[in-house]
């Protein structure tokens, strides 16, 4: 068996989603080869050569990849992956944007955002908002599939001595452009990442006030997350939400402040190995998951905590 | 110009599912079904286009059970055109769907086909993208702005570090994401005349398609329990809580 591993970058750094999903690749077994498509991205290859486990770096520099663009990547993904048994992405919006593209050219079922291996045809993915957890075999003769990172334990960044090898595929197909981005600018952890993060939720009252999560956070080495319903109210921008439509994260320590705990909030985070609640109303859904849970006013309780710890 | 949205039937996204007994599904019976709430952002947005004059017709397409009539029924009153339904009462993956979809798509010839990020039952989030690569359109998935200028649509997409936007040529497919807009509420004159507007019932074999899968569910279990937690009195007990018993900080 023959894995190809897309890697998650910027075109400058390698994202470390990457290493979750080889990790993902080791359990299924095989040759791992890393597939880097993007523009100038020799400092990136050169990083994904020293990730543990992988034998085969493939570097696909081209103008036309650099912004990932689904229509240009997605044909070169499915006519590399034909080689393999196994096409792995990460559940980044990157990895389902162009996944699902690359199993329809290849006329196959994709698996989206697998957290269990249990064996090279047969994985674990929750559905139904993370109520349920489906075991799901596949037949098709390349598995194309997403990994959910927080199901997978990083492989270490370094220790690896990959060859890199040069690969060309069509050029743009002429369909799409990129524009322009707009990034978010944040020296706290990244949200996925963390081992600590600290959410607010619709309890928090307006953008201001969470200037005090921004404070604890910073005392933890903490992210600062968000329900959804803090973004619908546009106290944070929306690339803060952690839920079923946000970002999955599985931190040692989630402290939701202010956050009633809907099953869809609860998607993104029940998977964190301590819970704490902050809450005004104890009858809060958000008490049945947390391991420890406070009942108290929000705006009295996280300055203190700011400084107890 | 003539814009497509694709719909889905769904478990409505209040209910709390529960795993059936002998491990084979979730159980569905008697459980309150609703449209997905991203297909509800799209229908949105094709009647915003209308009502902008950039569409002139809002065509609405379901693929799955009989019972689909009803969202499409929704749809109309929220000021869709024509419905079609593809019935098929097989759970169908993605990929099927897509291919359906995909023979609409060569029927209708729409301008724009807008579909939901991801259905909340499935959470596959790939429908989209696939009938993009089926039809060989350009995709601008997780939109939170979309803007048709000319043969092009800017899409404004929602990505991990913040806003992309990317210009599509037209024909192209849009996901929908949670912020592109605020749905309303069908109004009771316009449910009863959707009544009114034509519904088309078509199958997987009358377009000829296959609806074969390469994936297939062995089992769905319940997640794993998390132990009860307790309440703690005072932020000082929390503290002490967390750095000596669960040892986090």
């Known amino acids: 068996m023959a894995i190809l591993v897309i890697a998650e970058h910027n075109n400058g750094a390698l994202g470390a989603a990457t290493l979750n999903t080889v990790a993902a690749a080791q359990k299924i077994g095989g040759d791992i080869a890393v597939l880097v498509a993007g523009q100038n991205v020799g400092g990136v290859a050169e990083a994904a050569a020293k990730i543990a486990g992988v034998a085969k770096v493939l570097v696909a520099d081209n103008a036309a990849y650099a912004h990932q663009l689904p229509e240009n990547v997605a044909p070169l993904i499915a006519e590399l992956g034909k080689g393999y048994s196994h096409v792995l992405a990460p559940a980044t919006t990157n990895g389902k944007n162009f996944l699902p593209r690359v199993a329809a050219l290849l006329d196959v079922d994709q698996i989206s955002e697998i957290i269990e291996v249990v064996s090279a045809d047969t994985f674990k993915r929750p559905i139904y908002a993370g109520n349920a957890i489906a075991t799901v075999q596949s037949s098709a003769a390349v598995k194309v599939i997403t990994v959910r990172g927080t199901g997978f334990d990083a492989v270490a960044a370094e220790g690896g001595s990959a060859a890199v090898e040069a690969v060309s595929g069509p050029a743009d197909a002429g369909k799409s452009a990129f524009v322009g981005e707009e990034l978010a600018k944040s020296d706290r952890p990244e949200l996925t990442a963390a081992k600590i993060v600290v959410s607010g939720g619709r309890g928090m009252g307006n953008g201001d006030n969470f200037k005090i999560l921004y404070s604890l956070a910073d005392k933890l080495g903490a992210a600062v997350g968000a329900s959804r319903a803090a973004v619908d109210a546009g106290f944070v ?15 040692q320590l989630y402290v939701a402040v202010g956050i009633s705990g809907a099953i869809q909030h609860l998607a993104g985070m029940k998977d964190s190995k301590v819970i704490v609640a902050i809450n005004k109303d104890e009858e809060a859904p958000i008490f049945q998951v947390a391991d420890y849970g406070l009942v108290a006013d929000l705006f009295e309780a996280v300055p203190e905590l700011e400084k107890a710890v | 110009m003539k814009v497509l949205v694709a719909v889905k039937r769904v478990v409505d996204y209040n209910v709390k599912v529960r795993v059936k007994a002998d491990n084979s599904g979730v159980d569905l019976a008697n459980v309150k079904m609703s449209m997905n709430p991203f297909c509800e952002i799209a229908v949105e947005e094709a009647v915003r286009l209308k009502e902008k004059g950039v569409a002139s017709e809002i065509v609405v397409v379901s693929v799955g059970p009989s019972g689909a009539q009803e969202q499409l029924r929704t749809a109309l009153a929220l000021g869709a055109d024509r419905a079609v339904l593809v019935e098929s009462n097989d759970e169908l993956n993605s990929l ?44 601008g998935t997780f939109a939170s702005k979309v803007e048709v200028a000319g043969d092009k649509v800017n899409v404004t997409r929602e990505i991990d570090g913040g806003l992309q936007t990317v210009a599509l040529n037209l024909p192209a497919i849009v996901t929908t994401d949670l912020r592109l807009n605020e749905p309303r509420y069908a109004s ?12 088309e019932i078509l199958t997987p074999d009358a377009l000829g398609i296959s609806t074969a899968s390469t994936v297939k569910t062995l089992k769905v279990e319940a997640p794993a329990a998390r132990s009860a937690g307790i309440k703690v009195k005072s932020v000082a007990e929390l503290v002490e809580k967390l750095k000596n018993e669960a040892k986090v900080i």
């Open chain 2, 96 to 139: 099927a769907v897509a291919k359906a979809l995909k023979a609409i798509v060569d029927k209708e010839q729409p301008q724009l086909v807008i579909l939901g990020k991801q259905a909340i039952d499935s959470d596959n989030n790939q429908t989209g993208q696939m009938l993009a690569a089926l039809t060989g359109y350009a995709q």
């Open chain 2, 188 to 199: 009771l004159p316009n449910i009863m005349k959707a009544k009114k507007k034509p519904l």
């Open chain 1, 237 to 251: 921008p929306n690339d803060m939400q952690v839920g079923q439509t946000g970002k999955i994260v599985a931190p």
